[in-house]
């Protein structure tokens, strides 16, 4: 059996009935134009006939022109720039993406992280993890990174040089202790100049047990409303993994918790994909309830167009051809 597919499509059927009804009305009108003009040739005198056939001339062309720009204009989906409030929380991806957060990646490298009960191992867990959600940022989106054990490793401030971070994160080896406070609160610090949407994304198997304590870094957070997305990454009850610390942490600021329990790259791919989400609708949140979206009004000039192509077309009847 051969199937012929014809080439034609519409963005909208409708719209494709309502032009040929509309152009047969317009022949027909053009049909019976002639008619009528015809008829009153014959009952004016010819002088008064000569003015209003001027007239008539130039007010038809004008119609005619005017029935032309409409459809075209029509044809063409005429729009108006404009704006629209929108919930953070409703924003699609596209709406969202008008908007830009700053966000710090704090990778945590102390030698717990160094266990396999993740494979390879918890570090190289969390790497993949930082390196994705690095890829799922919007573009516009300014990222920065920081990596700490008993104390503060690399950091670079938010930027949109990705390829900076990604680098960072692969030469990232292991060291003692675990600074959770003081890491906060230095990335709080590094991100005050960044007045927009501001969060804070950490990777880490959960227990601090120097420098400052996490309570005092959480209180600046909510200070300055940046809320801190924690990654669990580890298996609790191996080694000194604590989940529930990094659960306080999320809780009191208004951020996410999220435990990693799979090396499986579609799962972690799924994780991320959820975080890079929330992150950005909480960071926004935390500065406004609503967003002031860009959008494109199609109904206002389609509606003001459409009148003016039915009252050019009954003029085009009315005063002949």
Known sequence: M???????????????????????AFVSLLYLSYKRLWIAEKRLELVRWRTLRRIVKFTNIGMKLTTVAALSFLLATPYLPTTIEVPVEAANEAQMAQYSVSVMILLDVSFSMNASDLKPTRLQVAKSMATLLLEKMGASDLVGFMSFAGGIGNRLFPTSDRSVIKEYINNQTVYPSTAIGTALQTSIGMLEPYKAGRAIVLFSDGKNNVGIDPTDAIEGAVAAKIPIFTVFVGTYGIGEADPLALRQISEQTDGRFYEIRSENIES???????????????????????????????????????????ASLFLTWFIGV
């Open 268 to 310: 972690l791919f799924v994780e991320v994909s959820k975080i890079s989400q929330e992150v950005k609708v909480n960071a926004l949140k935390a500065i406004s309830d609503t967003l002031t979206i860009e959008a494109k009004d199609y109904e206002t000039p389609k509606l003001v167009l459409s009148v003016l192509l039915v």
């Open 2 to 24: 051969v199937y012929i597919e014809f080439p034609l499509r519409f963005e909208n059927l409708t719209h494709g009935v309502v032009g040929m009804v509309l152009g047969g």
